[in-house]
């Protein structure tokens, strides 16, 4: 969670293990796309600054952070993949739906770390307004890109 008393891309050296022929997916929800696509650079760069060869990084984008959890699937389900990065933008609105959508995701994602044992990471943001998103998208509150690739090479580190 970043507030200001902890900027999302800052983290500890701690637990950081050579990833360097490691292979991560990252899926990037469409909507939203301003926010996600900063989200992308951030985890992206976040991971070849710790060793992660271009090549290895593997990109495939989904309409929207509902369709994470599918898109999470099919690349766990790859022998070559070591971990996931999910990215997404749920801003709240006038409705239930995101709510809904949220909680879809986050129980997905789990769902789909469990089942082939190996780290999915929920970078989705959730936040109230589009200006609370780019802020944490890059903006003062760091980047939840960053975080999601730390958090990544980190549980790779643990297994």
Request: with cysteine; net charge negative.
């Amino acid at each position: 969670m970043s507030s200001s008393q902890k900027n999302l891309s800052d983290f500890s050296g701690k637990n950081i293990n050579d990833v360097s022929n490691r292979k991560f997916g990252i899926l990037v929800s469409e909507w939203n796309s301003e926010v996600t696509e900063a989200l992308y650079s951030g985890a992206f760069e976040t991971l070849v600054s710790h060793g992660v060869q271009r090549e290895n990084i593997i990109r495939k984008d989904v309409p929207g952070s509902y369709e994470l959890s599918i898109g999470a699937q099919w690349m766990a389900q790859e022998d070559e993949i070591d971990a996931v990065i999910c990215l997404g933008c749920v801003i709240q609105g006038e409705t239930k739906h995101f709510d809904f959508i949220c909680s879809a995701v986050a129980h997905g994602l789990t769902d789909v770390s469990l089942k082939y044992n190996k780290p999915v990471v929920f970078g989705v943001l959730t936040p109230n307004t589009q200006q609370q998103a780019l802020d944490r998208a890059g903006g003062k509150h760091g980047n939840k890109g960053d975080e999601a690739a730390i958090t990544a090479i980190k549980m790779l580190g643990i297994a």
